[in-house]
């Protein structure tokens, strides 16, 4: 090791500066000789008992300690802010970005020379990675993993279940009871959502990304191997803090491609979309809205819901994302290198399939139709994105009548509404749920079927918002238009009975309006005010930038290095 370690700045003083730092340490029980010249490493801990997809992280911190012991390091466990997506209101998605400037400053205040990032339920993954990325020490990503498959009267479920069973129980085939006994049934052990929701993109990202050891991505959290998997991480940050291999040295373009093909195959949550741009502004790669329109030739490769059958479980027994990477040999930038410090294809090449009907061969894949389609026309000029295999065929190419929604209020006041004027051909339209609209952007998007076409059997139609849809969610459901209707975007300026046209195969999106019309009242339109004058929510909202941006604040994009600016010891 060359370089000297950034923790000598602080243990590696003399007189009173250097007492002071190591002093109140060792209050801690922690023996002179731990401080002396070890390569000291973070574990930045998102734990939380509100967040009970990374309630078990304190033990999974234990697993990674060891690894760092066992390494020559020395670990100092931290935490920061948690996001539990099932109980944050108005919507985790709005302190996604104030986690990470919590994890930047946390990581550069401190005298650390590497980090273990332990992400989970879904916003805390981008969170800490974006976070880390801006300060750019050696680090690595550790997952908290799925949970076990849920199991209600005979049947596999989770989370994409929620949405099936509420609709059920909203059309009377459900009883209040049933209801609440599936709770229990869906969540049965530790670990984030089990299926291709968010949390399990966000696990495939990183370590498609190169951000973690292999196999990271589908280890259930209750299975043992998952802390193998956090002791080895531990063992290997200390390593990579010898070698000084930093983000920016992983997470190159060839890197971020990576992780859109995989993402492709996998069936990946929308938000994908959002999370990838904004790591990309933070480490300095130039990624746009049009890159993921390029990996159009690369199929369904993983039968998971909600595109497909099985869960994450499934997925790790039938040899992970590494045998569905090997799938992918052909197609992926193979030298890109990973926290091994090797070529990702390391990976993944001495891998195995142990079930065809989990994880197709890339010549037979689940479905020709896979990725985030990101359709531009008139109605959404920056982009707005759409996945395919969970939508319905039929719609892929659709023109109807808009039903529109001006906000989420609006659209719970009317949606079941028996008169309102709605059919299955119509389009359904939420204004003002964008990034600015409704600090935050919830996931919305999948807005609910109107109870009197739910009844008559309508299980789908083509919904459009500037909002985000859960990752469990599915349907024909176009989302994150940009520029988004809070800050005048044409979707501002729709009205009910507007001709909307969807060609998903064209990249079009398009509401049959004349320029001069749509100038005309956009000139009607009013000023959205702030929700707040004051806080973290004012701040969101005078700063975040839309969804095709990668929905970070702007002050926020690149980095600072991890060179404390003024030092008063
Ligand atoms: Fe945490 Fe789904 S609620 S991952």
């Known amino acids: 090791m060359d370089k000297e370690l950034r923790s000598r700045q602080w243990f590696g003083k003399k007189g009173k500066d250097g007492f002071i730092y190591r002093a109140w340490m060792k209050n801690q029980g922690i023996p002179a000789h731990e401080l002396q010249g070890k390569p000291v490493i973070g574990i930045c801990n998102t734990w939380s008992e509100l967040t009970p997809c990374n309630a078990h992280f304190r033990e999974l911190a234990e697993s990674v300690k060891h690894g760092i012991y066992e390494a020559g390091g020395f670990p100092v466990e931290f935490p920061v802010m948690s996001l539990g997506e099932t109980l944050i209101k108005p919507t985790a998605m709005l302190y996604r970005n104030l986690v990470s400037m919590d994890v930047e400053e946390s990581i550069r205040a401190n005298p650390i020379d590497g980090v273990v990032l332990l992400c989970g339920c879904d916003k805390t993954t981008p969170a800490l990675v974006m976070g880390a990325c801006s300060v750019n020490i050696p680090t690595i990503v550790v997952s908290g993993g799925p949970m076990l498959t849920g199991k209600y009267r005979g049947h596999d479920i989770s989370t994409s279940d929620v949405w099936r069973f509420s609709e059920a129980h909203r059309a009377g085939k459900m009883t209040d009871e049933e209801l609440f006994t599936a709770e229990a049934c869906m969540t049965r052990s530790r670990g984030h959502c089990a299926v291709m929701g968010t949390a399990s993109t966000m696990a495939c990202m990183v370590e498609s990304l190169g951000l973690t050891l292999a196999e990271n ?12 998997l956090a002791h080895l991480s531990g063992s290997r940050i200390v390593e990579m803090v010898k070698e000084d291999l930093k983000p920016s040295d992983i997470l190159t373009r060839q890197a971020f491609e990576n992780a859109i093909t995989v993402n492709a195959a996998i069936g990946g949550s929308t938000n994908f979309v959002i999370h990838l741009l904004a790591i990309a502004a933070r480490i300095g790669v130039d990624l746009t809205m049009d890159d993921f329109n390029n990996v159009k030739n690369i199929p369904l490769l993983a039968n998971l819901q909600p595109s497909g059958k099985y869960f994450m479980e499934d997925f790790y027994y039938a040899g992970g994302l590494p045998a569905l990477m090997k799938e992918l040999h052909g197609v992926l930038n193979n030298t890109a290198i990973t926290v091994s410090g090797k070529p990702v294809a390391e990976n993944y090449l001495k891998s195995e399939c142990f079930n065809r009907e989990m994880i197709a061969a890339f010549d037979k894949p689940f479905n020709a139709v896979a990725g985030i389609v990101v ?7 920056n982009g707005a994105v759409l996945k395919p295999s969970a939508a319905s065929p039929a719609l892929m190419k659709h023109t109807g009548k808009a039903v529109v929604f001006e906000n989420i209020e609006d659209y719970k006041a009317k949606i079941d509404d028996p008169d309102l004027d709605v059919d299955e051909n119509s389009v359904l339209v939420l204004k003002n749920v964008g990034p600015k609209g409704y600090p935050g952007m919830p996931e919305v998007g999948n807005m609910s079927i109107p109870k009197k076409l739910l009844e008559k059997g309508v299980t789908d139609m083509v919904r459009i ?11 024909t459901v176009v989302l994150h238009v940009s520029p988004e209707a809070a800050i005048g975007g044409t979707l501002a300026i729709v009205q009910d009975g507007d001709i909307i046209n969807l060609d998903v195969s064209a990249g079009l999106l398009h509401v049959e309006l004349s320029e001069a019309e749509i100038i005309e009242r956009k000139k009607k339109l009013q000023p959205q005010e702030n929700l707040s004058n004051r806080g973290y929510v004012w701040l969101y909202q005078t700063h975040v930038e839309q969804a095709h941006l990668g929905a970070d604040m702007d002050f926020l994009k690149g980095g600072s290095g991890s060179s404390v600016l003024r030092d008063s010891h």
């Open 375 to 381: 359709v531009k026309g008139n109605l959404s000029e």
């Open 465 to 475: 918002s500037d909002g985000r849809m859960s990752g469990t969610g599915f349907g």
């Open 217 to 228: 991505a589908a280890i259930p959290a209750a299975d043992s191997r998952r802390k193998v």
